[in-house]
């Protein structure tokens, strides 16, 4: 019998991270664009309508048609991010948790990532994050949606409304209400701009 040490957490064929970090990709993909910050696109929904031919949405489906169907569901989540005097606290980037007893599902090292040496002989450290399930409430941040029967059956009403939109295409996990891995949002974006563009 043989042993295969693998404590990776992902299971595809195919995996990586952009030199640099996806910052790095967002960065160049904004570059030369016009970029807000700290503004709140429905309430200023009619004025930036205005700017564009066509608006990519990926925010919460129900909160663009003010929850006429109801409110739908997410699951959230709470960090605590820790440098810690050590060089390396787990030896890969992610480790999941599934015990009951412990509080988070996941630790994250982020040096791991990029498979960077951020050492220093003289006072060795790390950054890790560890992440804690919150249940969600309105005005919490939606990290995942709960794609039970109930919620499902109240997101096709606004799947349905959102087909009808010439301005708007609904993306990303809160806008499609279905969980991404990053490579499915890569593509489901590519597939989108070859359709639109």
Not at 76 to 101: I, K, W
Not at 145 to 168: G, S, T
């Amino acid at each position: 019998m043989r042993f295969v040490y693998d404590n990776n957490y992902f299971n595809d064929t195919y995996q990586g991270i952009p030199i640099g970090g996806y910052t790095r990709v967002v960065e160049k993909m904004l570059d030369g664009l016009e970029v807000r910050l700290e503004t709140d696109f429905l309430q200023e929904r009619q004025a930036l309508s205005a700017l564009a031919e066509r608006i990519v949405y990926t925010g919460m489906i129900d909160a663009w048609y003010d929850y006429c169907y109801g409110e739908l569901e997410y699951r959230s989540l709470r960090f605590e991010t820790q440098v810690l005097d050590v060089e390396n606290y787990q030896g890969n980037a992610v480790v999941n948790y599934t015990e009951y007893e412990v509080p988070y599902t996941r630790i994250i090292e982020h040096k791991h990532f990029e498979y960077q040496c951020q050492s220093d002989t003289v006072n060795p450290r790390t950054v890790v994050t560890k992440e804690y399930p919150h249940v969600w409430r309105h005005g919490d941040e939606p990290y995942y949606p709960l794609n039970d029967e109930k919620n499902n059956a109240i997101y096709e009403k606004y799947r349905a409304r959102a087909a009808q939109e010439k301005q708007v295409i609904f993306g990303g996990r809160l806008g499609l209400y279905r969980y991404f891995d990053m490579h499915q949002v890569v593509e489901a974006a590519l597939d989108c701009a070859q359709r639109y563009l």
